[in-house]
């Protein structure tokens, strides 16, 4: 039908009762499974937003493609390729029959019903995605999914279509795509800025020291969760927090924004306190010790910190109360009798994380005494069944005292405000939404902010000088005195919200803490805080089959992932690759190599490199004269629209999908050099040298772009191309004869060495603060001991890389990478001496003749 007030016929449409129309298939959806009594739960959210903004688009091209314009084959699977990979891999990572379980939910309606016209004919259903052929077929042999079926498409198959799509607009994914024979205009676009050239490029602006807000333009003020000083952070952690903010921090200022990046350690609570009884030091030098543990372990993965600071210092002491005061003075803060538990044998009142029992609402086994980690319920430590202190193991008793809250419920209106305004056209993500709405939806409550603690900021108040703050009270203040720390300036960054642009970074289960408790301290002291205006949460990344465990030895931990003989930058590639951005995901050893090995080695690297090598070995090391040709433009074009979509998901930080466009301009660049084969027509005519030359000009220029667009994931591999290619100046017309490949291959034997390393029981490592050597690589480690299969995987490597080296020597190959695999050579004869149990030999001097 036509619906009131629209002018052509709009499908899907449901008229509700109220006479409001919903025109969204996952609204529509939603809307009777909610009547039907489900309640909703964040994957299935999760994947209704990705099916609304990432798989309709690209299917809404593809079936205009394929019924309007006749189009088939690759030309349209093309276009839905990727949607469809991501579904096969969630669901095979997860091992589930469904997209949210083990049964049907909202999602795989949604996406079926979406899927259905186009993914019913074979061809665009490839038996290598196995996961999505089975889940496909589960649903499409259901009853009401078939009688659905053919109630809409009446047995013509996606051809039912034709009317509704005749009468749409051409997709505007088929112009951003460039599906086109011809995309003139988007080829005319990218060749005027390729004429332009340096001359486009905006003046670099200096580098302010503090880092200051400037009126007018753009600032952005960027923070990572602050870790929990108190123990060392494994990959999960390190992806979720730091890792991220340090990659779009990188990217802010490679656009000039105005841009202030910080993190430090939150010092404060019991959890320093059980350390430090512990170790048999105070909660100070817990601090001291641990503080600089983190520090060294974020300076090895490269993060770009503009402070690190700590939260046990002064100025935390300052703003924390003068918060407090300014709540207490407006009636935010509320007189409570507490029933707390109480561990008789540590003689102590248990903070809510050292206590651990069942979850009252799910069961859960392992929920903690202010949160269960499985149903994200608010949990009352009392409320919990089975109670266990988690320093002892002792069951703790119920005891009274007296304690203060934030008056959550007293502050929900402004709040709500605050949120209306700024959700719309944020960049929270879907699960920081929806884990907000539920607390809202579920009723605030009023927040006990004061815990019997001696560790901690004071409470200002009579009558509770033997109290602390609560650490997630302060904890989020952390990041104003620790830019209070860095600057006397603090205030322009932290009382500036109409120039200020507040990224935080953290992991799904810090939300409600910077998404609701320190917002609605912050609008309770009516100072004119700035709030978070982006809340990029992370879901959670797992370690092979099962989760990091400190105790039990399994997975890597920062100060271990240096001792691998890994690369940071391998480390920040993967981890960034493999980001959990819609729902959990796992790091696996055997993934690594794969993405190590393919798209580091045999795509990005293979590219940069023959590029590199080309221009250095047909050339002189001089960029030639470029003479570019309608495949040539064609290709810019491409390079073009990649890059605009890596500015686009950057700054929406979708940082795990930029990358994609990196790897995606590299693949394009491999291809131009296979079909163009430069190393032929160099030896031919007049016009093949010079198309040679083109061809060489063109991917060393593309290099150069990969090596910017490269620095915020692997700032290391991006100087060093950069130094290679001579940039800056911005001109690089001149590069280094010697252009060395830039990675090295992961093999099958050293994964799996350091899978049975980090697979559990490893010996626990001193974290006493000590000079560190350079770290050895891993197969001196774990070869120490060797037996006969070790040796003589050992021994293989000895014979495949003097190979290497006599193959050098006989080309007469340049004299520095001869040595660079004459010392590669040494070094294994040297592990293999270990691994043998022989005395390192003393290398011998050169006979005088």
């Known amino acids: 039908c036509v619906v009131p007030f629209l002018t052509r016929p709009k499908v899907p449409v449901l008229q509700l009762d109220s006479g409001n129309y919903l025109f969204s298939t996952s609204a529509i959806c939603r809307y009777f499974f909610l009547l039907s009594g489900w309640e909703q739960d964040d994957l299935t959210n999760q994947w209704l937003e990705w099916e609304a903004t990432e798989l309709q688009p690209a299917l809404s091209a593809a079936l205009y493609y394929l019924v309007v314009q006749g189009k088939k084959g690759e030309d349209v699977f093309s276009l839905v390729r990727r949607a469809l990979t991501h579904i096969d891999h969630s669901l095979s990572r997860r091992s589930c029959p469904f997209l949210a379980g083990e049964t049907e939910s909202l999602a795989d309606i949604v996406l079926w019903g979406a899927l259905y016209p186009l993914l019913q004919d074979p061809a665009y259903l490839p038996e290598e995605l196995g996961a999505l052929h089975s889940w496909f077929q589960t649903l499409s042999s259901q009853e009401p999914c078939q009688r659905a079926a ?36 988007e080829i005319a676009m990218a060749v005027a800025a390729w004429e332009k050239g340096l001359e486009s490029l905006p003046p670099v602006q200096p580098q302010q020291n503090p880092v200051l807000p400037v009126a007018g333009e753009r600032n952005v003020l960027i923070t990572s969760a602050l870790p929990y000083v108190n123990n060392v952070p494994h990959l999960g952690n390190i992806i979720g927090c730091v890792l991220s903010a340090d990659v779009f921090a990188r990217y802010s200022r490679l656009r000039q924004w105005n841009t202030l990046y910080l993190c430090g350690t939150d010092e404060y609570g019991t959890a320093t306190e059980t350390k430090a009884m512990e170790e048999g030091l105070t909660p100070q030098e817990i601090c001291d010790k641990y503080h600089v543990i983190h520090a060294d372990i974020y300076r090895w993965f490269n993060i770009s910190f503009d402070i690190f600071g700590r939260t046990t210092t002064p100025q935390q002491t300052k703003i924390t109360q003068d918060i407090f005061q300014r709540l207490v003075a407006r009636g935010f803060v509320l007189q409570d009798t507490v029933e707390q ?54 069951c703790p008793v119920v005891k009274s005292s007296q304690h203060l809250f934030l008056d959550l419920p007293k502050l929900g209106k402004p709040l709500e405000e605050w949120l209306e305004k700024t959700l719309p056209g944020s960049d929270w993500t879907p699960n920081a939404r929806f884990i907000i709405r539920s607390w809202i939806r579920d009723g605030l409550k009023p927040r006990c902010i004061t815990r019997d603690l001696k560790w901690g900021t004071p409470v200002p108040l009579v009558g509770f000088e033997d109290k602390v703050f609560y650490v997630w009270f302060d904890a989020t203040i952390g990041y104003l005195s620790i830019t209070a720390n860095y600057t006397d ?58 989760k990091f465990s400190k105790s039990r030895g399994v ?46 080695l045999n795509n990005l690297g293979n590219f940069i490199n023959r590029a590199g090598m080309f221009v250095s070995k047909f050339f002189g090391g001089f960029v030639p004269e470029m003479v570019l040709t309608s495949d040539d433009r064609r290709l810019l074009a491409h390079v073009t629209l990649e890059l605009q979509h890596y500015h686009q998901l950057l700054e929406k930080v979708r940082i795990r999908d930029a990358l994609r466009s990196i790897l995606t301009i590299s693949r394009h660049g491999n291809q131009y050099i296979q079909v163009n084969e430069p190393w032929k027509r160099i030896k031919g005519s007049e016009a093949d040298r010079q198309r040679a030359g083109t061809v060489t000009g063109l991917a060393v220029n593309i290099a150069a772009l990969l090596s910017i667009m490269l620095q915020p994931y692997m700032p290391t591999v991006s100087a060093t191309i950069q130094a290679q290619l001579q940039l800056p100046p911005p001109a690089c017309s001149i590069l280094l004869t010697n252009f060395l490949p830039l990675f090295q291959k992961l093999e099958n034997d050293q994964i799996e060495s350091l899978r049975q390393r980090f697979s559990g029981g490893q010996l626990e490592e001193s974290l006493s603060l000590k000079a560190k050597a350079s770290p050895k690589p891993a197969a001196v480690e774990t070869m120490t001991t060797a037996g006969p299969q070790q040796i003589q995987v050992l021994m293989d490597e000895v014979t495949k890389q003097g190979n290497i080296v006599r193959e050098l020597k006989a080309q007469k190959a340049d004299k520095n990478q001869v040595a660079a695999e ?7 004869k040297k592990q293999l001496a270990v691994a043998e149990g022989k005395p390192l030999e003393t290398p011998k001097g050169k006979k005088k003749k």
């Open 489 to 546: 300036q603090w205030e322009k960054w932290w009382k500036n919200p109409e120039q200020v642009s507040l990224y935080q970074f953290m992991a799904k289960d810090n939300v409600p803490f910077h998404g609701l408790v320190f917002p609605c301290s912050a609008l309770g002291a009516e100072d004119n805080y700035t709030l978070v205006s982006h809340l990029i949460a992370t879901e959670y990344l797992n370690y092979e089959d099962g």
């Open 555 to 600: 997975g890597v931990f920062g100060d271990m992932a240096q001792d691998t003989g890994i690369p940071a930058d391998i480390w920040r590639f993967y981890l960034l690759y493999i980001r959990p951005e819609g729902q959990d995901s796992a790091f696996s050893w055997t993934d690594m190599l794969l993405k190590n090995n393919s798209e580091l």
């Open 150 to 185: 053919e109630t809409v498409l009446k047995q013509q198959g996606v051809l039912a279509l034709r009317p509704y799509l005749q009468k749409q607009p051409q997709p505007s994914s088929l112009e951003g795509r460039a599906v086109s024979n011809e995309p003139e205009e």
């Open 341 to 394: 538990l109480r561990c008789e044998h540590c003689a102590r009142f248990l903070a809510d994380r050292f206590v651990e029992g069942v979850c009252p609402f799910c069961g859960y086994e392992e929920a903690r005494g202010d949160q269960c980690d499985k149903c994200g319920k608010l949990i009352n430590a009392i409320e919990l069944k089975k109670p266990q202190c988690k320093v002892c193991r002792s």
């Open 822 to 828: 004459v010392a590669k050579l040494l070094d294994l």
